[in-house]
């Protein structure tokens, strides 16, 4: 599986951005998928990830009410929808791939279960 993540851009402060993370391969639909981000000098962190039918749903508490994450397995694609975007949340998002159906619980928030990586996408929120 290949992941391709476009969307982030520069944005003022209360904005909202919408990024798209698009996989190649049949396999798609069978993969739990999950976003993170890395901000400068700080460690990769989770912030959503949802099952295979994107039934089930988590968030890092730092983004519930403000993310939301979906997909559409027709397209190969999975998004995290920002508003109310906050200069703590200037990071390089990345779109990653689980080849469990489900978020594993305990674990989903952990990047090293993940097994495919996209390049990132810069999200820059201006105050």
């Known amino acids: 599986v290949q992941l391709q993540a476009s969307g982030g851009g520069l944005v003022q402060a209360g904005g909202s951005l919408r990024l798209s993370c698009a996989a190649s391969?049949?396999?798609?639909?069978?993969?739990?998928m999950g976003w993170f981000r890395q901000a400068p000098g700080k460690e990769r962190e989770f912030v959503a990830a949802?099952?295979?039918?994107?039934?089930?749903?988590y968030y890092a508490d730092s983004v519930k009410g403000r993310f939301t994450i979906s997909r559409d397995n027709a397209k190969n694609t999975v998004y995290l929808q920002m508003n109310s975007l906050k200069p703590e949340d200037t990071a390089v998002y990345y779109c990653a791939a689980d080849k469990s159906p489900y978020p594993r619980v305990p674990g989903y928030s952990d990047y090293a279960v993940y097994d495919y990586w996209g390049q990132g996408t810069q999200v820059t929120v201006s105050s």
């Open positions: 949802n099952s295979w039918s994107g039934g089930s749903t």
């Open positions: 391969g049949r396999t798609f639909s069978r993969y739990a």
